[in-house]
C-alpha cells in the first residue's frame, strides 16, 4: 500500500519559473515531512523538512507548504535554475522512535533556458 | 566533515551469490537506516540500528539481514542473489539527538545481479 503519493513524474519549467510538486499521504501518524534532491548516479540530498505544526517553510528559493487537514504538502522552487534539473522526493516519517522514511515515487524536474 | 560513506560503489554478482555492503555514518550519528532503490522509484526502507540494536524493519524476505558495530558503522548482507536484488543500496545516517528526524544519505552501492 503506497502511503505517500506524488505528482507530477515529471515537469519541465522554464529558467526563472516556479516549480510546484505535490504529495499527499494516508497516514495520520506521520510527523515529518521531508524533500530530497538526487541526482543521477548520487544518494538522495536532504532539501527542507517540515513538521504538521507549521503550515509553511519557506528556506531560500524553496518552501513548503503544508495542508494538514487535506493531509497534502508540496514543495514549491522559487525562481528555478539549470542546476535545479533533478528527480525530487516527497516522503513522511512518524517521529522519533520510528524514523523509518516513506517515500513517494519520485519527480523528474527539467528546468529549460 | 564527511558525509555518509559507502563501499564498494559498484558491485557485479551472479545469482545465488551472497554480497555484503558497508557504511560508515557522519561522526556522531548513533543510528544507521539502509533503504534499497529500484531504477525510477523512491527508496524503500529495508532496516533501522541504533546502539547496535535493530530498531526497524522494512518488507524484506528473511535474505537481508544487518548488523551495527561498536563505531556505529553498519553492514548490510544479502543471501542467495536474485536478479530482483539489482539496485541501488543507500545508507542514511542520523543523530536522534537534538534534530532526530534528519537523515543523510550516503553515494549508495550499485548492486547489479546478473
Known amino acids: 500500500q503506497q502511503q505517500v503519493k506524488q505528482s507530477p513524474q515529471s515537469l519541465i519549467v522554464q529558467k526563472g519559473g516556479i516549480s510546484i510538486i505535490n504529495c499527499a499521504y494516508e497516514?495520520?501518524?506521520?510527523?515529518?515531512f521531508p524533500w530530497y534532491q538526487q541526482f543521477p548516479g548520487k544518494g538522495p540530498a536532504l532539501l527542507i523538512a517540515?513538521?504538521?505544526?507549521?503550515s509553511e517553510k519557506k528556506e531560500g528559493r524553496f518552501t513548503i507548504s503544508f495542508n494538514k487537514s487535506a493531509k497534502q504538502f508540496s514543495l514549491h522552487i522559487m525562481d528555478s535554475q539549470p542546476g535545479d534539473s533533478a528527480t525530487y522526493f516527497c516522503?513522511?516519517?512518524?517521529?522519533?522512535?520510528?524514523?523509518?522514511?516513506?517515500f513517494g515515487t519520485g519527480t523528474r524536474l527539467t528546468i529549460i533556458p | 566533515d564527511a558525509g555518509v560513506t559507502q563501499s564498494p560503489t559498484h558491485l557485479i554478482k551472479t545469482r545465488g551469490q551472497h554480497v555484503t555492503l558497508r557504511c560508515s555514518p557522519i561522526?556522531?550519528?548513533?543510528?544507521v537506516s539502509w533503504y534499497q532503490q529500484v531504477l525510477g522509484q523512491g527508496p524503500q526502507f529495508i532496516f533501522q540500528?541504533?546502539?547496535?540494536?535493530?530498531?526497524g524493519r522494512g518488507n524484506f524476505p528473511d535474505r537481508f539481514s544487518a548488523r551495527q558495530f561498536p563505531n556505529y558503522s553498519s553492514e548490510l548482507n544479502v543471501n542467495a542473489l536474485l536478479l530482483g536484488d539489482s539496485a541501488l543500496y543507500l545508507c542514511?545516517?542520523?543523530?536522534?539527538?537534538?534534530?532526530?528526524?534528519?537523515?543523510?544519505f550516503g553515494p549508495g552501492t550499485r548492486l547489479t545481479v546478473t
Open positions: 517540515i513538521r504538521p505544526d507549521v
Open positions: 540500528y541504533y546502539e547496535k540494536e535493530e530498531r
Open positions: 497516514n495520520t501518524a506521520f510527523d515529518y
Open positions: 516522503a513522511a516519517s512518524m517521529g522519533f522512535g520510528n524514523e523509518k522514511l516513506t
Open positions: 561522526s556522531g550519528h548513533k543510528s
Open positions: 542514511a545516517s542520523s543523530t536522534l539527538q537534538g534534530k532526530p528526524y534528519e537523515q543523510y
